[in-house]
């Protein structure tokens, strides 16, 4: 004789559902935007780029020499927007807002962000942009200049780059450009000494 199977009833079935479904409701959900557990400069928040912007690498640190310099021509806000809107195919590493200074970070340094225009360049450097335009120097704040230093010195250092003009460059200085960011309105010496003492 074949022995009966005892099986939960539906209703018990459904009631477990609902109390499992209730107990995850209750935990929060994962913000857009969280850190992840490290950053590559600790004083930035995570703002990450659409991977549909960048390339996903592990390139050696010897890989890196340069720090490339970009104006956002446009604000912080709209800046992350188009990082991480998937059909835009731009991005760089990091985000520096004009009236605190305060430092996003978009792509981690071991990705290749897609911000120099030319391959080789993507490929060797970090890419930090500046919330503000080219024509308008009342962007370039002394808290954008000062963070911003701070982040390219600890990125020289961490890279073993020189902090001098060679290797910190503009955007202009890209071959084959039709960019001109920076600007002539960015002091350049000034920087590259921010940098130097940081």
């Known amino acids: 004789m074949e022995r009966s199977r005892s099986f939960p009833s539906r209703r018990r079935l459904l009631k477990s559902s609902a109390l499992t ?4 409701a209750l935990l929060p959900a994962p913000r857009v935007g969280a850190q992840p557990r490290s950053l590559d400069y600790p004083l930035a928040t995570w ?10 690498s592990s390139r050696p640190d010897t890989q890196v020499d340069l720090v490339v310099i970009h104006v956002t021509q446009a604000s912080y806000r709209n800046t992350l927007a188009v990082f991480q809107h998937p059909k835009k195919r731009v991005s760089a590493h990091y985000v520096v807002r004009s009236g605190d200074g305060h430092v996003a970070q978009c792509v981690r340094e071991h990705d290749i ?9 993507n490929l060797r450097s970090i890419g930090i942009e500046h919330e503000g335009w080219v024509d308008r120097p009342g962007y370039f704040t002394d808290a954008l200049y000062e963070q911003s230093a701070r982040l390219t010195a600890t990125i020289c250092t961490r890279y073993g ?23 002539p309105d960015w002091d350049w010496t000034r920087y590259i000494r921010l940098v130097n003492t940081a």
Do not use: L
């Open 21 to 24: 479904a209730g107990t995850y």
């Open 113 to 121: 962000a897609w911000h120099a225009g030319d391959w080789n360049h």
């Open 161 to 183: 780059i020189p902090k001098d003009r060679t290797h910190i460059i503009g955007h202009y200085e890209v071959p084959g450009t039709d960019h001109t960011d920076p600007g």
């Open 47 to 56: 703002e990450p780029a659409t991977t549909a912007n960048y390339t996903a």
